[in-house]
């Protein structure tokens, strides 16, 4: 099947468009969804060590259903991102996202059983699948091409921003534990029964802005197309790149590939279709691969991986801040590269640095060389991902599908990486009981050298090309 033709003025006109104060206003926007996302996601791995003790969680099962139990939501949410994109636009998505942070935050704070907390934490997941979805996908749609890559890490900067202001606020909240504090004086603390009410209640706060925020945003230029809202649209993307030839061009470009997208079925057998359902699976894989890195245990986790290599307990908050600060300086890096670079030649530098750390953690847990080294270790696993999977897994995934089934195609494999999420955090502490430590940082390194060999067969690189020419592309292949 042969895609829409692109003319070279087209894309010579879209790749010479600047990135202007309004879309990179927009795009912040946009981004606060990644930062209230971060910081939910986040903000367990200091909680956890408190409010298992408040709520007399003892056994792997329920200790991984607590820490798990937000990503159902997360599934569900982003499951049902795509259908209410397309049907209701991107905007209305990011609105319901946002009043679903700053409600289900307060109630997981002031839960007052264990099954009051995990309904909420479920909502909060639901919000995380919302935005998770939408935000990128938006920010990918209203971008120019030279501009997309760093533009649509911007919502993984803030997605890290998020986390470190969660680990932050953990740290702070926290109050220090004597080395010798008995059962029920730790069960009495201020952290036990308050403080980790805070922790999650705090990210009302960015939510609400996000709220307001969101109002001030304009629909997705090419949902409005999708529509037949072509003034709209011409509206915003003049907006977007500065100039009404920028508009003109991109709004020929897209209703071109609408167009030929008319020969697609629209609906989930869509991304079956040739051409289609490779996409799907590279955005699948990709997906799966981003949790089963295994750096989410590290987030997750913290506590447990850091205690089993011999640091303590007001040691173990600190380290966590600076894995946050490890993650937001590479993420840095990562939007500096990504648009010079490209996608694919990272993904791989990724790929093997992860692996090739988490092997080596893997040999100084089983050789006693814990401390320091763990920690060395762990952060540079952190920051190849940071610079690597953790963006480019979201930008490939905004742009690698045809417009009519972005948004499906988008849920598809991002509700992959929620399931993939929640087996990874529930099946830790079971993976870390049969295997140890060092088995486990083995899996996953493991795992990662096998995903190198999936970027480097089936990634292609869309550095510079706008989405109409990367979708031609796809429906030729």
Sequence with gaps: MHGPTVSASTSRTAHAAPATAYVWGIALVAALGGLLFGYDWVVIGGARQFFEIYFHLDTAASVGWANSCALIGCFAGSLVAGALGDRYG?????????????????????????????????????????????????????????HRGRLVSLNQFAVVIGILLAQIVNWQIAAPIPAHISPDALLASWNVQSGWRWMFTAVAFPAVIFLFASF??????????????????????RRVGGSSEYATAEVTSIVAALREEEKLATNWRGLLQP????VLLIGVVLAV???WSGINVLFNYAEEVYRAAGLGTNQILLDIVITGTINLLFTLVAMGLVDRLGRRSLMLF????????????????RTGLHGTPVLVLTLCAIACYAMTLAPLTWVLIAEIFPNRLRSLGVSAAVSALWISAFALTYSFPFINRALGSSGTFFTYGIIC???????????????????EEIEARTLRA
């Excluded at 990724?350 to 847990?365: K, N, T």
């Design 289 to 291: 691969l981003q949790q």
């Design 350 to 365: 990724g790929c093997f640095g992860i692996g090739i750390s988490h092997l080596l953690a893997g040999f100084a847990y």
């Design 90 to 146: 991107r905007k209305p998505v990011l609105l319901v996202s946002a009043v679903l942070f700053a409600a289900s935050s307060i109630l997981t704070g002031w839960a007052s059983s264990f099954s009051a907390f995990i309904v909420w934490r479920i909502a909060g997941g639901i919000a995380i699948g919302l935005s998770s979805n939408i935000s990128p996908l938006y920010i990918a749609e209203v971008s120019p091409a030279a």
């Design 449 to 467: 050298l096998a995903g190198a060999i999936f970027v480097l067969a089936f990634v292609p690189e869309t550095k510079g090309r706008t989405l």
């Design 275 to 278: 051409g289609v359902r490779t």
């Design 216 to 237: 001030a945003i304009p629909e997705s230029p090419r949902w409005l197309l999708t529509r037949g809202r072509r003034e709209q649209a011409g509206k915003v993307l």
